[in-house]
């Protein structure tokens, strides 16, 4: 007993000893990283440098005097600092840090267990999710909406409302009316937040929420775990790769992109009006563009001239005979549909004082559009509507694509070679070997 109180004691001056040592290493090393542990009751001292230096096989030289106290106090065994094991703490390496950071860690909605309802997860709020979605059995399965947008958006109207025929309340429907079940269910949910991406194989899907700054970081990204999949993302505005569209023009797919219509086609008239205005300018200002001879472009075309008839006239008399309204279509307008109806709608606008004109557009600038032929249109309010295509989300999903990089689909609007996955709406389109034709991007062919 007498032999092991002197160890102890030699054994606490030792430990000391280390705890100057590392006060000394602390201030010649000041500002350089190095990681060090030390422990009163522990017969060892490690120190790992990442400064580099001569500081690594110092503290191994007192591990050796240590050593030979214990061999001059008659004291022997192997110690296990000489030979690191499994229970020797390991400072991480820095390419190890590096890896853990670089994987994402997602919260979220794990896989269903034994005895739960599947669950059924759809991306989008548009016609063909929300007709999926009012249809789809609640006491079978469980939902989950993820979109960007809270509320369907009856597009036909939206031009109406641009002008004020239609308030923006009239042509918007919640998606939780439209499936009570989001709201109400206990394990079904709506996201507010944008897909980034799918993982089939692990059946989950990846999100970012739309952020505001509310959040506790930017950003915010969650994961989802399905049984079965229903894309129905829609589509995007088809801009050619024409310089200056998506700074420049309006498009009219939106209850947000109506109420920016209205906002300037509103402005414009108001600023027509002040003093100082050159009769240039008011033509400019009070001259409206629409490019596409479409259902949206021909549907905006005839709601703008009859606003400028009714209530342009009697409301903004000072320049009322400067507004004007133009449709420029590379080919035909509406050429999609019959020949009498093309012709009628050509009559109407015409007789409306909508002015008809063939071009292609090469250039859109701030204040005015540069066509095929050199000629140059200046504008006021410019509204772009020339159809539709792939979103650069479905662009992005390694899956079959049909003609137009939609998503590919057999008869049963599923994805082949991928398990419990569906396309719907205009993200959609029938492959090749189905021998069926690409459907337009209409309601009418839900």
Same mark, same amino acid.
């Given at each position: 007993?007498?032999?092991?109180?002197?160890?102890?004691?030699?054994?606490?001056?030792?430990?000391?000893?280390?705890?100057?040592?590392?006060?000394?290493?602390?201030?010649?090393?000041?500002?350089?990283?190095?990681?060090?542990?030390?422990?009163?009751?522990?017969?060892?001292?490690?120190?790992?440098?990442?400064?580099?230096?001569?500081?690594?096989?110092?503290?191994?030289?007192?591990?050796?005097?240590?050593?030979? %106290?214990f061999s001059l106090r008659g004291i022997s065994g192997t110690?296990?600092?000489?030979?690191?094991?499994?229970?020797?703490?390991?400072?991480?390496?820095?390419?190890?840090?590096?890896?853990?950071?670089?994987?994402?860690?997602?919260?979220?909605?794990?896989?269903?267990?034994?005895?739960?309802?599947?669950?059924?997860?759809?991306?989008?709020?548009?016609?063909?999710?929300?007709?999926?979605?009012?249809?789809?059995?609640?006491?079978?399965?469980?939902?989950?909406?993820?979109?960007?947008?809270?509320?369907?958006?009856?597009?036909?109207?939206?031009?109406?409302?641009?002008?004020?025929?239609?308030?923006?309340?009239?042509?918007?429907?919640?998606?939780?009316?439209?499936?009570?079940?989001?709201?109400?269910?206990?394990?079904?949910?709506?996201?507010?937040?944008?897909?980034?991406?799918?993982?089939?194989?692990?059946?989950?899907?990846?999100?970012?929420?739309?952020?505001n700054g509310g959040l506790p970081r930017e950003p915010y990204?969650?994961?989802?775990?399905?049984?079965?999949?229903?894309?129905?993302?829609?589509?995007?505005?088809?801009?050619?790769?024409?310089?200056?569209?998506?700074?420049?023009?309006?498009? %009219?797919?939106?209850?947000?992109?109506?109420?920016?219509?209205?906002?300037?086609?509103? %402005?414009?008239?108001?600023?027509?009006?002040?003093?100082?205005?050159?009769?240039?300018?008011?033509?400019?200002?009070?001259?409206?563009?629409?490019?596409?001879?479409?259902?949206?472009?021909?549907?905006?075309?005839?709601?703008?001239?009859?606003?400028?008839?009714?209530?342009?006239?009697?409301?903004?008399?000072?320049?009322?005979?400067?507004?004007?309204?133009?449709?420029?279509?590379?080919?035909?307008?509406?050429?999609?549909?019959?020949?009498?109806?093309?012709?009628?709608?050509?009559?109407?606008?015409?007789?409306?004082?909508?002015?008809?004109?063939?071009?292609?557009?090469?250039?859109?600038?701030?204040?005015?559009?540069?066509?095929?032929?050199?000629?140059?249109?200046?504008?006021?309010? %410019?509204?772009?509507?020339?159809?539709?295509?792939?979103?650069?989300?479905?662009?992005?999903?390694?899956?079959?694509?049909?003609?137009?990089?939609?998503?590919?689909?057999?008869?049963?609007?599923?994805?082949?070679?991928?398990?419990?996955?569906?396309?719907?709406?205009?993200?959609?389109?029938?492959?090749?070997?189905?021998?069926?034709?690409?459907?337009?991007?209409?309601?009418?062919?839900?």
């Open positions: 007993m007498a032999l092991a109180r002197i160890a102890r004691a030699n054994l606490r001056r030792s430990g000391s000893a280390f705890g100057n040592y590392a006060s000394e290493m602390d201030l010649l090393c000041e500002g350089r990283s190095y990681t060090s542990k030390f422990s009163s009751k522990s017969p060892y001292y490690h120190v790992n440098s990442k400064a580099g230096g001569n500081l690594s096989y110092i503290p191994y030289i007192k591990e050796q005097n240590l050593m030979n %106290l110690p296990y600092y000489q030979h690191p094991s499994a229970n020797t703490e390991r400072a991480p390496e820095e390419s190890e840090l590096e890896v853990e950071q670089d994987e994402p860690k997602y919260a979220g909605l794990e896989a269903t267990k034994l005895g739960e309802k599947p669950r059924v997860v759809v991306l989008g709020t548009g016609w063909a999710a929300c007709r999926f979605l009012k249809g789809l059995d609640t006491r079978i399965y469980d939902v989950v909406c993820i979109s960007p947008r809270n509320h369907m958006v009856f597009t036909p109207l939206l031009a109406s409302t641009c002008v004020g025929t239609l308030e923006f309340r009239s042509v918007a429907e919640p998606v939780s009316r439209i499936q009570k079940a989001l709201s109400k269910d206990p394990n079904s949910y709506f996201f507010l937040a944008s897909c980034t991406g799918i993982d089939t194989n692990k059946h989950e899907v990846y999100c970012e929420a739309v952020n990204q969650f994961k989802v775990a399905y049984d079965k999949l229903v894309i129905a993302a829609g589509a995007e505005p088809l801009t050619f790769g024409i310089q200056g569209v998506k700074e420049h023009a309006f498009f %009219l797919r939106e209850v947000n992109h109506a109420q920016d219509i209205r906002k300037r086609l509103l %402005l414009n008239l108001m600023l027509s009006e002040n003093p100082g205005i050159s009769e240039e300018e008011k033509k400019r200002l009070l001259h409206c563009v629409v490019i596409g001879g479409g259902p949206t472009g021909v549907e905006f075309s005839g709601e703008l001239s009859d606003f400028i008839m009714r209530d342009v006239h009697e409301r903004y008399t000072h320049v009322k005979d400067y507004v004007r309204v133009t449709l420029i279509e590379a080919n035909e307008i509406l050429s999609s549909f019959d020949v009498s109806l093309r012709q009628y709608a050509i009559r109407h606008l015409t007789k409306s004082g909508v002015h008809l004109m063939k071009g292609v557009v090469k250039e859109v600038h701030p204040k005015s559009i540069v066509l095929s032929d050199g000629s140059v249109v200046p504008y006021g309010l %410019l509204v772009w509507s020339t159809g539709v295509g792939p979103s650069e989300f479905v662009k992005t999903l390694n899956l079959p694509k049909s003609p137009g990089g939609r998503i590919g689909v057999d008869e049963w609007l599923r994805v082949p070679s991928v398990e419990d996955v569906f396309a719907l709406g205009d993200c959609a389109g029938f492959l090749e070997q189905t021998k069926r034709p690409v459907l337009p991007a209409l309601a009418q062919v839900l």
